[in-house]
């Protein structure tokens, strides 16, 4: 555990206001934690890797008026609550908190495995539930805050053999909508933000599953070539998403070219689902 940073001036930090982003050491975190610095906020930073966390506080620190960095795996539900309490404890307040910490995997439901489920579930959505949770008294008592939950394109529309990775995403899409409903009459803005491809460490570090070592080559290639592609959003472009949707109070947004495919299929969602092959 990396030592608490007290609040270098401490009557600016506690004036400022204070955003705590998950998956924060790299990608969208990262870039999202950039743009918020600049705009003056305090940062709390969490991801697992210390050294990576520590490198991209180091960073932020000339920037911001106060950078907290606690290495934390989001699915254990006892490190996100010390991450809250730490945070409170050094801030007094969190404005904004940002479920970003999300991980990849690839292939045919026949071909993953109930470990590679759980993985993927523990930090895609319990990840997210275990923030909310251990901050809702917080927001609750101040009546007041933004929840972002970053989704994907494919938790709003079907993608073809990643049906483990769109369960998570569609599990957020349902908590995000539904918690909306309760928060809002309560003052708390809850907002899904819904990236498409993005050009971020993501999928050099997501896990393919196939029949055999060749399938799984072929789709690291197919993912490796969509990165190469025109359709693909920088984690700026994330980054810019999530600070307008706090600003504008927003309930959603959908990042980049896959609005107009999440678009179609929400309007036509079986012709989608006969183009993409579900012709039985
Ligand atoms: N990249 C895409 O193409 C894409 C498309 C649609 C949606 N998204 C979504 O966008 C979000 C950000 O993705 P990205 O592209 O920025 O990913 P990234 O570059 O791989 O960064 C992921 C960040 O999450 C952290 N992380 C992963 N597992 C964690 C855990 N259990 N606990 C705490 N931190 C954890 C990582 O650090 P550590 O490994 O050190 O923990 C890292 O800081 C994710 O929710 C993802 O599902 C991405």
Redesign the pocket.
């Known amino acids: 555990m990396l030592p608490v940073r007290k609040a270098k001036n401490k009557q600016l930090t506690t004036m400022s206001s204070t955003v705590l982003i998950?998956?924060?050491?790299?990608?969208?975190?990262?870039a999202t934690a950039l743009l918020f610095a600049k705009k003056g906020y305090n940062l709390v930073l969490?991801?697992?890797?210390e050294t990576?966390?520590e490198a991209t506080a180091k960073e932020l620190r000339s920037i911001s008026n106060s950078v907290l960095a606690i290495p934390?795996?989001?699915?254990d539900a006892k490190q996100v609550e010390r991450l809250a309490e730490k945070a409170l404890g050094c801030y007094e307040k969190i404005d904004v908190l940002i479920n970003?910490?999300?991980?990849?995997l690839t292939g045919r439901i026949e071909d993953t495995s109930l470990e590679d489920w759980q993985q993927l579930m523990?930090?895609?959505f319990w990840?997210y539930l275990h923030t909310i949770k251990a901050l809702m008294p917080h927001f609750l008592e101040r009546k007041t805050g933004s929840i972002v939950n970053?989704?994907?394109?494919?938790g709003k529309m079907p993608l073809p053999e990643m049906t483990a990775y769109c369960a998570s995403?569609y599990a957020v899409t349902g908590l995000t909508e539904t918690m909306r409903l309760e928060l809002t009459p309560k003052g708390i803005h809850v907002c899904a933000v819904?990236?498409?491809?993005?050009n971020?460490?993501?999928?050099e570090?997501a896990q393919f599953r196939g029949v055999d070592d060749a399938e799984v080559e072929s789709r690291r290639e197919q993912m490796n070539s969509l990165l190469k592609s025109g359709w693909v959003s920088q984690?700026e472009d994330?980054a810019k998403a999530i600070w307008d949707a706090v600003q504008k109070k927003k309930s959603e947004v959908v990042v980049g070219p896959c609005f107009l495919a999440t678009e179609a299929y929400r309007l036509f969602p079986g012709f989608l689902q006969f183009i993409m092959g579900a012709r039985s």
């Open positions: 998950t998956g924060a050491s790299q990608g969208c975190g990262r969490a991801a697992r890797n990576r966390l934390t795996d989001v699915g970003n910490a999300g991980i990849c523990n930090t895609n990840g970053v989704g994907s394109f494919g995403k819904h990236p498409a491809v993005i971020s460490n993501f999928l570090r984690p994330i």
